[in-house]
């Protein structure tokens, strides 16, 4: 498993009691972007590229249940959908996020972020 570099954004979500954590989110780029998610047990951040997927005749959803994370050797079948599921970095626990605004925010707002991709 390699990592890539994939095209988010980020913004603040609010934790449980009065902390804040930094969340990134991808935002459809002519209908496709990148699928991300968590593993639950360290935080390690993963992208699906649904596009590259298709056309290497992988399913991620079959083939995750045999995966472990690089990170942290836990199975990838509880990988959740990320942002709207985050781990939080103090406390360790799964919290829930939801994007303010659906909005797509302009570019120069962007960073690049390595996460893993388990197809490669």
């Known amino acids: 498993m390699k990592k890539i570099q994939i095209r988010c954004w980020k913004e603040i979500a609010g934790c449980s009691g009065e902390s804040q954590q930094t969340v990134y989110f991808t935002v459809p780029d002519f209908g496709d972007t990148a699928r991300l998610y968590v593993c639950p047990k360290c935080g390690a951040l993963f992208a699906i590229d649904a596009e590259a997927e298709h056309y290497s005749n ?8 045999s995966m472990i994370c690089p990170e942290c050797r836990n199975g990838l079948s509880d990988l959740l959908p990320y942002p709207e599921n985050y781990r939080n970095a103090t406390t360790g626990e799964i919290e829930r996020f939801d994007r303010s605004s659906r909005t ?17």
Do not use: G, M
Request: aromatic share 8%; charged share 30%; proline share 8%.
């Open 58 to 65: 992988r399913n991620f959803e079959l083939e995750k249940k």
């Open 104 to 120: 797509i925010p302009s570019d120069n707002q962007s960073i690049i972020l390595e996460v893993w991709n388990p197809l490669t």
